[in-house]
């Protein structure tokens, strides 16, 4: 069973106020929890489906959800999914009785931060809150964005608008190392430098054959880029806004 703190015992304030989303369909748990963190200093606000648990977490700016999965509505899983993609930067805690190891799994790779099975003792997940708030949301990676293409480059997650590209590991890194240097020309060996092993060959095909798959995920073509564009001879660069043709 769960355990859950008593209320009787004081409690240490957290130094700063953090906000924090509950998404948890059993209501009694989701308050005792709610009221714990709330003596710990914490402000909590409830959502006890993922329908409601995913607005509140698009109209509100929380530093972290603590995220059931069995949720009516709408999976915690969709939940998490949607959040990560629209929030890149808030923290998410999976608090969930599912316990294999394929669903913890598939819980941190759709974005979540840290995975606790029920039962689990109060003083825990408090342990766990205060690890996941020690990174000071300040000094992550800032969100590459232009127009309206974003990436993530700590969550390896990139979207065009509110879509999330499914991109292989080599256009991410591509994606990223462009958008990094907006404007900028970035020539094949610069390329090959940082996304690339020593090893691959100069002259071959692949970063072309890797920017046309780019491309053809982000709508686009060679001849009228709206992201990437060919610098004949030379290489490729991310086109600046003031340059969108369209």
Not at 124 to 143: F, K, M
Not at 176 to 188: C, F, I, K, N, W
């Amino acid at each position: 069973m769960t355990h859950l703190p008593s209320f009787s015992i004081p409690w240490i304030v957290a130094t700063r106020k953090m906000r924090v989303l509950i998404v948890e369909d059993e209501l009694d748990f989701a308050n005792a929890l709610a009221r714990g963190l709330r003596q710990k200093g914490y402000a909590v606000d409830i959502a006890i489906n993922g329908e409601e648990g995913w607005e509140l977490g698009e109209i509100n700016e929380y530093d972290l959800a603590i995220l059931d999965l069995n949720l009516p509505k709408l999976d915690g899983l969709e939940v998490c999914r949607r959040l990560r993609a629209s929030k890149p930067g808030l923290l998410i805690l999976m608090l969930t009785a599912r316990s294999r190891l394929e669903d913890k799994i598939v819980g941190l790779d759709l974005g979540a931060d840290d995975y606790l099975v029920k039962p689990f003792h109060f003083e825990e997940l408090t342990a766990r809150i205060r690890a996941l708030l020690r990174r000071d949301l300040r000094v992550r990676e800032p969100i590459l964005s232009i127009r309206d293409l974003r990436l993530d480059p700590a969550g390896r997650i990139a979207w065009q608008g509110k879509r999330r590209l499914e991109l292989t590991n080599k256009e991410f890194a591509i994606l990223e190392y462009l958008m990094r240097h907006p404007g900028e020309v970035v020539s094949q060996e610069d390329l090959i430098e940082h996304v690339w092993n020593e090893d691959v060959n100069l002259f071959s095909t692949s970063i072309r054959v890797h920017i046309h798959s780019l491309r053809r995920k982000l709508g686009e073509s060679v001849d009228s880029p709206r992201y990437i564009e060919t610098i004949t001879g030379i290489g490729y660069r991310v086109v600046a806004p003031e340059e969108d043709r369209l």
